[in-house]
């Protein structure tokens, strides 16, 4: 259990847990006195609450009405927050939900803070810090694959891998400890080797995270996709035939398309955020001149270009000047009409009538190696984890290189504190007070 002087836990906070607006919304309070408020708000039946059952009644203030709901009642310790919880199905309009969260903080509630919900469940030791980031990542999560990404992280299989490592660092620590105190215990050679043989392990341990760092940003954050090419190559239209509705305006005349518009499609369990750009082309027009110059700059910022050629037209040649973009895919269109033009390794397609469209999904998913994400795979998406894998991957390897040197014991002590201290920051063992807030201020209100 994390140390609690920091944190206000004494008092009682309510949020919203599911959004005003629809038919239902989730009112939640956690804290000593929950129980307590609810009891002057609440008129049912039952004279006392049980744990983990539903009651049916009406929240009352003044003597008056407000709202028929069901309350349910979760006594401490087996809650989320590991305290009493109180969750109010109410109706999900707006000046109901807001009368009920103003009786409850005028009966002695407080209003929670983003994220305060799960910041107590990680301070009670009810969840690590990887599998309080997952909460977000669960409801952030806009594809499948992220979804079940983010729900193995919650599930905790990240944290025992880590877990793991540490204890595997422990180990090697305590021996060098035992050496330190007692050097005639144990031969330095047989030590040496035996505490390169742990570091070895959690190295390969790391590695393997690691090695799913690039997947991982593709599963959370997508791919960055620019549609590039000549005027009237049919980047519009491939647009459409991507998200399989006419969301762009496309017509003969050419540059039409001057800013960029952006559609997000889901393909095998990832998704691309398409930017649709103007034509490239020299032109005196001010306002086309600067659409030219945002399409070169998402094609320079995008993990995918899809670089669209008229394959009818002998003059729909590939761009110069594509040395700095990132997987060019050439997508040679109007496949339906007689073709003038044969590149190798391009991708033929015919975007008005939607053929070959799969084929560039399946080029897509080639490329970023989605059909190698296997479900139940732990794969690390979060930024900040990667950094600090990095970070220990670092100490472990600078341990192992002071060993093979033949350095003092206590100064490979000190890269094996380093790693320890970075893999800590990622479950929350060894995290300060303003991390902590920092990352739970990106949680929305009521979770």
């Known amino acids: 259990m994390k140390s609690l002087d920091k944190f206000n836990m004494d008092d009682t906070i309510v949020g919203v847990s599911a959004p005003t607006g629809g038919s239902i919304s989730i009112i939640r309070m956690s ?10 708000v609440f008129a049912c039946k039952e004279k006392t609450f049980e744990s983990h059952r539903v009651y049916y009644g009406w929240i009352e203030a003044g003597g008056q009405r407000l709202d028929e709901v069901l309350a349910t009642v979760m006594l401490a310790p087996r809650t989320f927050t590991r305290q009493d919880v109180v969750e109010i199905n109410c109706h999900g309009g707006a000046v109901v939900v807001g009368k009920i969260l103003n009786l409850l903080v005028a009966e002695g509630a407080r209003l929670a803070e983003a994220g305060e919900f799960t910041k107590r469940a990680f301070l009670a030791g009810r969840i690590d810090l990887s599998r309080a980031e997952a909460v977000m990542d669960i409801i952030g999560a806009r594809s499948d694959l992220a979804h079940k990404t983010a729900v193995s992280q919650l599930s905790g299989h990240l944290f025992a891998l880590l877990n793991s490592c540490a204890d595997n660092l422990l180990s090697q620590l305590a021996r060098i400890e035992m050496a330190i105190d007692y050097p005639d215990h144990e031969e330095a050679e047989i030590l040496s080797v035996d505490i390169k043989a742990g570091l070895d392990g959690v190295l390969g341990q790391i590695d393997r995270l ?32 991507l998200v399989g509705n006419e969301r762009a305006i496309v017509t003969h005349v050419a540059g039409t398309t001057r800013d960029v518009l952006r559609e997000t499609i889901d393909i095998g369990g990832v998704f691309l955020t398409l930017a649709d750009t103007a ?26 270009v899809l670089l669209v050629v008229d394959g009818s037209c002998e003059s729909g040649q590939p761009l110069e000047g594509q040395g700095s973009w990132r997987n ?7 496949s339906d009409l007689p073709q003038k033009v044969d590149i190798t390794g391009a991708v033929r397609v015919s975007a008005k009538n939607s053929q070959g469209i799969d084929a560039l999904k399946a080029r897509i998913k080639e490329i970023f190696a989605v059909n190698q994400i296997e479900y139940g795979q732990e794969i690390v998406t979060n930024a900040r984890h990667i950094a600090l894998l990095g970070s220990a991957k670092q ?15 206590d100064m490979v002590a000190i890269d094996i504190g ?21 990352i739970f201020s990106e949680f929305c209100l009521g979770k």
């Open 328 to 334: 060019v895919i050439t997508v040679v269109n109007k």
């Open 395 to 409: 100490s472990v390897a600078d341990a192992i290189n002071a060993v093979d040197a033949g350095e003092f014991i």
């Open 210 to 241: 690691l090695a799913t760092a690039a997947q991982g940003r593709v599963i959370r954050e997508g791919i960055k996709t620019a549609i590039v090419g000549l005027p009237n190559a049919g980047k519009s239209s491939l647009l459409n035939a």
């Open 31 to 40: 804290g000593s006195n929950a129980l307590d408020i609810l009891g002057r």
């Open 279 to 304: 034509g490239l082309r020299d032109t005196d027009d001010i306002v086309e001149s600067q659409g030219v110059a945002r399409s070169l700059k998402e094609a320079a910022e995008a993990d995918l």
């Open 418 to 438: 380093s790693a320890l201290a970075a893999l800590g920051e990622i479950t929350g063992a060894s995290v300060d007070e303003d991390l902590i807030n920092r």
